[in-house]
């Protein structure tokens, strides 16, 4: 049997982008992975599909697993084998138990490495815009925790003495003791009006900040409403969130937008979304799969080389040939003579990352694009692998320019109704701001999973963004009024319209 090892790695604050290279590394080669309340669920993506994943808790009030009954399953993989990753919030050694579930590691001769992260006070004031040390203003910083282990005798953490002996002094999971800390700070001989800020769920789209002083803060957090998980910044550098805001002073910070895309494809217009600050709603309405009949798109591939012309529609034929390819033992060179055509942006794209430059990108991003750009087609063989069910606008228009269209269906879509829930309770209590189409076939499939008057008067509260005029016709068919349409047919383009729009009306 192989020996195990457990990566206690550090998941950072909250942002997926802030976790290290070496914990990507520890998470993509996981067989069993080990993630509590804080850590991003998106990193669980980096694991393999057949990884096990378990859910351990760790947020005051809710410990999925007991600490004893964690540490035991953590040895208990490790000696059968196993590739553990414990992900933890933050860094493994600030405030997160990591110590001591390194130690029960080493009583029991397990092999164990520790993956720092970018812990929260470090994070959440960085993106808040208060820096921890400044030349004018602070030269020492005390990480202090504000919730200390329960069963101690009495507690270690001196506020009254930590009062003036440090510059800056940053407070984990102390919302709850908030009134207290202050006016012992105060007793200690802090000045009352020295400036504090309170950063809540810190480097993530729902971040919320509150600056005030030692004297008001607690009130200024409970009428905010911010709980936990916040951190607590006491000291002059706080009075510098005001000219060092940045993070959610984004285009689209606080906007909570519905991404519909079939989430294979989802991933550049969720990350465009989230780099404007939106809080991204994934809704994949369809995901795509093979072919129920791949016969004709495998007798194509047999013969690629004899096209005189091989145009994709849409990154999803071009994954799905590659698949075909794949199968079949080939690879680009099978397109032999054959010149490439590829529709978008992110079609040409797809392409290039399997070593094919396309000959052709209409600057139309559909299929009459094709047809006013592509040139004399006359007796010329070309392939179409497309969606099932799509458009015949480009098959007829090429054979009526007299080529000899060999039409097969790459993949097909399905609805996909597992994230309607979330999506329904957002919907229903105005949690929603935006709500995004790509094609016509999402705007179907969204509209099929809210049939109730009630949500659908709660659509036309909402934002709504097309990619193209194909899919602002199929909404407008389907009675949504759109609101924003992209000036190409790309999700740099919706984004961008999305941004002009909320600057635009920035009460909507």
Sequence with gaps: MKTGIVYLVGAGPGDPKLLTLRGKECLERAEIVFYE??????????????????????????????????????????????????????????????GEEAEVLRDAG?????VPGISSPIAATAY????????????????????????????????????????TIAILMGTRQLPQI???????????????????????????????????????????????????VVGEVARLRERLQWF????????????????????NLV???????????ECPTIRCEPPEDDAPLRDAIARLAAFDWVIFTSQNSVEYVWAALRDAGQDARAFGRSK????????????????????????????EGVLSELGDVNGKMVFLPRAENGRETLVTGLEAAGATVVSATAYRTVPDAS????????????????????????????????????????????????????????????????????????????VAALTTYFESNPSN
Aim: charged residues 25%; proline residues 5%; negative net charge.
């Design 419 to 494: 994230d309607a829930d979330n999506v329904r309770e957002l919907l229903l209590t105005g949690g929603l701001d935006a709500v995004t189409f790509t094609s016509g076939s999402t705007v179907e499939n969204f509209l099929a999973l809210f049939p109730h008057e009630d949500e659908k008067r709660a659509l036309t509260n909402l934002c709504v963004a097309v990619i193209g005029p194909i899919t602002a016709k199929s909404a407008a068919q389907h009675g949504l009024q759109v609101t924003v349409q992209a000036e190409s047919a790309s999700v740099d383009s919706v």
């Design 110 to 114: 397990i092999a164990f490495e520790i």
């Design 340 to 367: 490439v055509g590829a529709i978008g942006p992110a079609t040409a794209h797809a392409l290039e990352l399997r070593g094919i430059v396309p000959d052709f990108i209409p600057t139309e991003s559909r299929s």
């Design 37 to 98: 309340a804080l850590s991003n669920e998106r990193l669980l993506d980096l694991a393999p599909s057949n990884a096990e994943r378990l859910y351990v808790g760790k947020r005051a009030g809710d410990h999925a697993i007991p600490q004893e009954q964690l540490n035991e399953r953590l040895v208990r993989a490790a000696k059968d084998g196993k590739t553990v990753v414990r992900l933890k919030g933050g860094d493994p050694f600030i405030f997160g138990r990591g």
């Design 182 to 232: 202050a006016a012992d700070l105060i007793d200690g001989g802090r000045a009352p009006d020295t400036p504090v800020g309170v950063v809540q769920w810190g480097t993530t789209p729902r971040q919320r900040t509150v600056v005030g002083s030692l004297a008001t803060i607690a009130d200024d957090v409970k009428r905010a409403g911010i709980g936990s998980p916040a951190i607590i």
């Design 128 to 167: 808040a815009g208060i820096p921890l040390t400044h030349r004018e203003y602070a030269s020492s910083v005390a990480f202090v925790t504000g919730h200390e282990n329960p069963d101690k005798d009495e507690e270690s953490v001196d506020w009254r003495q930590l009062a003036k002996s440090v510059d």
């Design 248 to 267: 959610d002073a984004k285009p689209l910070f606080g906007r909570k937008i519905v991404v519909t895309r079939a989430r294979a494809q989802a991933s």
């Design 271 to 281: 990350e465009l979304l989230t780099d404007a600050g939106a809080e991204v709603i």
